[in-house]
């Protein structure tokens, strides 16, 4: 081959980057010396090629990783990443100085090489990333000035993808080495401050994506075993401006998040143009440019897709759900943020995604795991008295877009309407769609509080909610025949005894105080017919389960109503069995029989435990552990 005339050595068949090269000999398994001066100065000054860099990374297992001592002597954090750091300029151990590491190539090569490295599945994951890392012996003195760097980096970078970058190269971090020690260097230098401020000088809501879930992460490490510094700061946080670009973003990727179930299923309404649809949430300024729908894809396909979702970025609602636990500053702008122009208000997409979620919460357990948490952020919402009242209230009307994908639909209500009704529609949607023998009960309860909460603010309030409330009493019904149907199955579960009480006497509420909340007596009427209709399954309901003796349950209340009632109907129809009775002739002895009739309820149904972190502690863990699961996911698609 002809020599090149410039160096006079011989032209390779294919060109390769000088920094490939670099990244060849650095992972030689034959080369055990240390590699000289002029090695470090050419590696650190190099533009990082990250497609190569990933791939021999992950061609390389744990043990191989090991078992280069001398490279990772050498090199370390300190080599690849504390050059990423603070200054752009860079003193290396051996001495030498490298220029220019204040790029956001140079922090996208450490976020590679850390997502790369923990990703392994090690065989004692502690004790061997550190030794990857940066080793037992020097671990405190490379981890503190690599935190220390990232800490000023992404508060003080010279640009905002310089800062993301290094918010990328802690995620990788965080989520890789979430089991392990690593992470405590992460809450002795609080990072909470420079988080805050770069989302305050971000210039786009999906730059705030990457930092705020990076900050629920930090805020779960161990939050139950001490006093997590990042709870604390979340508890203080009063920055009004970047709460709402915080919630904007939030509200975003709710949307993101929601258009992946929609491209699988298109659900609009019948009679529902996608033009009208969007103008309904203010994106009327896009129809004109609307593609068709997609061609509707093989059911069974549609299942298993469905079963993957929701996407990655719903890891941004764990973060949610500690603002909204922990800042009640939050809570106020989450439900009062307005739509921007050309948008949707931010809970209006939150709780579209989160009707999405219900419809499917059975099909996977990180499915089942991020609706149990939307709702304990919709509890958290409804249980702050002030915020309830505006949800309660015209002030809250606004557009939904709630789930159709799935048969029993609910009616339609086309444009705003209270947001408390649609709420209320997507907890019916969650209990219609997940009725399964292994009933998942936790899910079930927090259905019903919900409901619960809201319902108790109507009737203290005497506020009268225009609402389908037949659909809502056929649903808690249809549970009570579901219970009874499958008692065998159910009986033993733990935390069933909850959820039998709390369905009990949520009826016994609207029997009790329907008349200040229901908007008018045929909605009344109509709750007394169902619980007529099902009298019979009632008493099995209340001898499956044996509630004549919980003193919790109001069981006795219900049964008294329906025999009341049983008896005028067989009076009133000289002695025919009441299946024989019209409706209309039920109907009437319904009106009647409120004269004669007296509802023993038990005091204090309205009334309901405040939330209490520590009782989620075990789903929170697990929650966590999926988030992390989810970051890794992300770091790999960056």
């Known amino acids: 081959m002809e020599p090149s005339p410039l160096t ?16 060849v000999a650095l992972f030689k398994e034959d080369d055990d010396h240390e590699k000289p001066e002029g090695f470090w100065r050419e590696f650190f000054l190099l533009r990082p090629d990250r497609a190569t860099l990933q791939g021999i990374l992950q061609d390389l297992s744990p043990d191989d990783l090991l078992h280069f001592q001398v490279w990772h002597s050498s090199v370390r954090i300190r080599g690849v990443l504390i050059g990423t750091g603070t200054n752009q300029t860079i003193v290396h151990e051996s001495g030498g100085i490298y220029k220019g590491w204040d790029r956001p190539s140079r922090w996208a090569c450490s976020g590679c090489f850390l997502a790369s490295v923990l990703q392994k599945k090690y065989t004692n994951p502690s004790t061997d990333i550190i030794n990857v ?3 037992l012996d020097q671990v405190d003195a490379v981890f503190t000035e690599f935190v220390a760097a990232l800490d000023v980096t992404i508060r003080t970078g010279r640009a905002l993808d310089v800062r993301q970058k290094a918010i990328e190269a802690a995620s990788s971090v965080v989520s890789g080495a979430y089991q392990t020690s690593l992470l405590s260097y992460f809450t002795h230098r609080d990072l909470f401050p420079s988080l805050m401020k770069f989302i305050q000088d971000s210039d786009t809501t999906f730059r705030v994506f990457e930092p705020f879930t990076l900050l629920g992460l930090l805020t779960n490490y161990n939050k139950f075993e001490f006093q997590n510094p990042y709870r604390l700061r979340l508890d203080d946080f009063v920055n009004e401006g970047t709460i709402q670009k915080i919630i904007r973003s939030v509200g975003k990727t709710c949307s993101i998040g929601r258009g992946r179930y929609v491209t699988i299923q298109d659900d609009l309404p019948e009679g ?3 033009t009208n649809t969007l103008s309904m949430i203010g994106l009327g300024s896009i129809a004109s440019g609307a593609k068709t729908a997609a061609p509707a894809i093989d059911p069974e396909i549609a299942k298993e897709l469905f079963s993957k979702l929701p996407g990655n970025e719903a890891a941004v609602l764990l973060a949610t759900y500690d603002f909204a636990h922990a800042n009640k500053l939050f809570c106020f702008n989450f439900v009062t943020l307005a739509a921007e122009k050309g948008d949707e208000a931010p809970l209006s997409s939150f709780l579209s995604l989160t009707s999405y979620l219900l419809q499917y919460a059975y099909s996977s357990s990180r499915t089942s795991l991020y609706s149990h948490l939307n709702l304990l952020i919709l509890r958290l919402l409804i249980e702050d008295q002030v ?13 939904v877009r709630l789930s159709r994908q799935r048969q029993p639909y609910l009616p339609i209500v086309r444009g705003e309407r209270i947001f408390a009704a649609s709420i209320l529609d997507t907890m019916i949607d969650g209990i219609n769609h997940n009725l399964r023998r292994r009933l998942d009960v936790d899910l079930y309860i927090l259905f019903i509080g919900v409901i619960l909460r809201l319902i108790s603010h109507l009737s203290r309030s005497r506020t009268r909610l225009n609402y389908h409330w037949s659909e809502l009493f056929r649903s808690l019904l249809s549970l009570v025949r579901f219970l009874t149907t499958y008692t065998a199955d159910l009986k033993g579960v733990p935390h069933i005894e909850t ?9 016994a509420l609207s029997l009790s105080a329907g008349e200040s909340f229901l908007p008018t007596p045929a909605a009344y009427d109509d709750l007394f017919y169902k619980l007529v209709e099902i009298g019979e399954i009632l008493a099995k309901f209340r001898d499956s389960y044996g509630l004549e003796k919980r003193p919790t349950s109001s069981i006795g209340t219900l049964i008294s109503v329906s025999t009341h009632y049983k008896e005028l109907l067989a009076d009133g129809a000289s002695g025919k069995r009441v299946k024989n009775l019209t409706s209309a002739q039920v109907a009437g002895v319904i009106k009647q029989g409120y004269e004669t009739l007296s509802i023993q309820a038990k005091e204090g149904l309205d009334s309901w435990d405040k939330y209490r972190e520590v009782d989620e502690r075990v789903f929170l863990k697990k929650m966590a552990r999926a988030v992390v699961a989810d970051v890794k996911i992300l770091i790999t698609e960056v």
């Open 8 to 23: 006079q050595q011989a032209r390779p068949e294919v060109f390769q980057q000088k920094v490939v090269e670099l990244y």
């Open 133 to 135: 890392l940066a080793g």
């Open 272 to 274: 529902w143009t996608f």
């Open 387 to 399: 915020l309830c009242k505006r949800i309660c209230s015209d002030e809250s009307k606004m557009a």
């Open 499 to 507: 959820l039998l009480d709390s369905l009990v006497n949520l009826i």
